[in-house]
T-cell receptor, first 114, second 110 residues
Framework: KAGVTQTPRYLIKTRGQQVTLSCSPI?????VSWYQQTPGQGLQFLFE???????NKGNFPGRFSGRQFSNSRSEMNVSTLELGDSALYLC?????????????FGPGTRLLVL | TQLLEQSPQFLSIQEGENLTVYCNSS?????LQWYRQEPGEGPVLLVT?????EVKKLKRLTFQFGDARKDSSLHITAAQPGDTGLYLC???????????FGKGTSLLVT
C-alpha cells in the first residue's frame, strides 16, 4: 500500500505571498491532519479533515486554511506569508475512527519564507 | 505552554549504553504514543499505550505509561546507531481528539 505523499517537498517563498501544499492520504483513509513542525515549538496541530469537513482545529490564525476533496486528498493554504511560517509541514492520514488511532505521516513539505 | 514536556532535549551516547527518555504532563491522557522521526522523513509510530501502568516492549525498547496516565517513559537497552533519531511522545486528552506532541528528544548513538 502506498504511503502518504506530500507535494512539493521543498518550497521557497517571500513574505506576503501565499502557498498551497498538497497531501494524498493512504488509500482508504478518510481523515487527514496537518501539523507544523519547528525547532522552537515542535509539532503543532493545525487542523483535521474528515469526509471533506474540518472536524478539529488547532490554535493558528485564519491565514492557515485547508480543504479536503471527495477522494480524501487534502490541501493546506497559507496566505500572507510571514517569516515565522518557515517550517516543516506534515500531513498525517488515518481511518478517522477517533482520537488516539494510528496516524501515518508523510515526509513533509519544507517551507522557507524569505 | 507545552502540554507534554520531554526530557532530555538532546542525548548523545555510545553504542551499547542504556538510556531513558521521559514525557511528562499535568494533564490526563486517554492514550499516549511514541514516534521516531529521522531526518527528511515524517514521524513513524512506535507504540501506543492506553492503560495506566501499562508496559510494552518492542525488542530493545520498553515503553511505560504512568499509573495516573499523565506521564510516560521510553527505555532503550544497548543502544545502536540505528536508534539515532528524534523521539516524540504524543497524547490525546480525555476531552479531545487532536494529538498533542512534545518537542522531542534528539538521540545520537555513535
Amino acid at each position: 500500500k502506498a504511503g502518504v505523499t506530500q507535494t512539493p517537498r521543498y518550497l521557497i517563498k517571500t513574505r506576503g505571498q501565499q502557498v498551497t501544499l498538497s497531501c494524498s492520504p493512504i488509500s482508504g483513509h478518510r481523515s487527514v491532519s496537518w501539523y507544523q513542525q519547528t525547532p522552537g515549538q515542535g509539532l503543532q496541530f493545525l487542523f483535521e479533515y474528515f469526509s471533506e469537513t474540518q472536524r478539529n482545529k488547532g490554535n493558528f490564525p485564519g491565514r492557515f486554511s485547508g480543504r479536503q476533496f471527495s477522494n480524501s486528498r487534502s490541501e493546506m493554504n497559507v496566505s500572507t506569508l510571514e517569516l515565522g511560517d518557515s517550517a516543516l509541514y506534515l500531513c498525517a492520514s488515518s481511518l478517522g475512527q477517533g482520537g488516539g488511532e494510528t496516524q501515518y505521516f508523510g515526509p513533509g513539505t519544507r517551507l522557507l519564507v524569505l | 505552554t507545552q502540554l507534554l514536556e520531554q526530557s532530555p532535549q538532546f542525548l548523545s551516547i555510545q553504542e551499547g549504553e542504556n538510556l531513558t527518555v521521559y514525557c511528562n504532563s499535568s494533564s490526563v491522557f486517554s492514550s499516549l504514543q511514541w514516534y521516531r522521526q529521522e531526518p527528511g522523513e515524517g514521524p513513524v509510530l512506535l507504540v501506543t499505550v492506553v492503560t495506566g501502568g501499562e508496559v510494552k516492549k518492542l525488542k530493545r525498547l520498553t515503553f511505560q505509561f504512568g499509573d495516573a496516565r499523565k506521564d510516560s517513559s521510553l527505555h532503550i537497552t544497548a543502544a545502536q546507531p540505528g536508534d539515532t533519531g528524534l523521539y516524540l511522545c504524543a497524547g490525546v486528552r480525555n476531552s479531545g481528539y487532536a494529538l498533542n506532541f512534545g518537542k522531542g528528544t534528539s538521540l545520537l548513538v555513535t
